[in-house]
Each structure stands twice: as C-alpha cells, then as structure tokens.
C-alpha cells in the first residue's frame, strides 16, 4: 500500500503543499497575511485560518513534512498540536530549509522520506 506523503513549505508569505505520488506531484499554494510578523491579535487570527486552511488539504495524508526558513513552520506546528489533533501523528518530520525552487523542494523531501523508511536508519 502506497503511503499518502506530504510536504508543506511554510514562510511569513505563503504556504505550498506537494502531494508526492510516485509519477509526480501535485502542489497548491496559499498567501499568508501581509505583516504577519507583528503578531497582533487581528494577524494571528489570519495565520490561524491560513494554517486551518493548510490543515484540511492535508487532511488525506498519511505522512507530513513541515518545511521553512522561518518561525512559521513552528507556529503551524504548534496550531496543529493545538487545533488539528488529527493530523498532528502524522508530522513526521520539521525541517529548517531555506527558500528553494519546487524541484530542491521536492528532491529534498523524497530524500526525507527514502531516509526514514531506510531499513539502515536508527
């Protein structure tokens, strides 16, 4: 059975999501609210629907990779542990990665998870 894997890539400006198939993938990207980083009430209450929006499209999946340069993957991290109790097992890794292209972003969350299901890890 092929496992649904995920990766979503999070910063103060948008959020992309790759499903990886194995012919592919498939990605949808969402814009985060401008000035995010102030973290006034009205902002939060933007990022928290921003990350419930993020939370329901990967509602499908088995496995997750939170990827990001900065506090955002955290802050999604913690509104799933608090909001998504669903979806929080299957966060199975959060990994600080820079600003890519989609292709470094793909290559680097196949490595991540031909890594974790290596029968040599651990």
């Given amino acids: 059975m092929t496992r649904r894997r995920y990766a979503v890539w999070i910063d103060h400006k948008e959020a992309k999501i790759f499903h990886l198939g194995p012919e592919g993938?498939?990605?949808?990207?969402?814009?985060?609210?401008?000035?995010?980083?102030?973290?006034?009430?009205?902002?939060?209450?933007?990022?928290?629907?921003?990350f419930h929006d993020v939370s329901t499209r990967l509602e499908a999946a088995d496995e997750v990779l939170a990827l990001g340069p900065t506090s955002e993957r955290t802050d999604f991290l913690r509104y799933v542990h608090e909001h998504e109790r669903d979806l929080a097992p299957k966060i199975v890794g959060v990994e600080k990665f820079h600003e890519a292209t989609n292709v470094q972003l793909i290559e680097y969350a196949r490595a991540y998870f031909d890594e974790k299901d290596s029968p040599l890890r651990g």
Avoid: G, K
């Fill in 25 to 50: 993938y498939e990605q949808s990207t969402l814009r985060l609210p401008e000035h995010q980083l102030a973290r006034n009430q009205h902002e939060r209450a933007s990022s928290e629907l921003v």
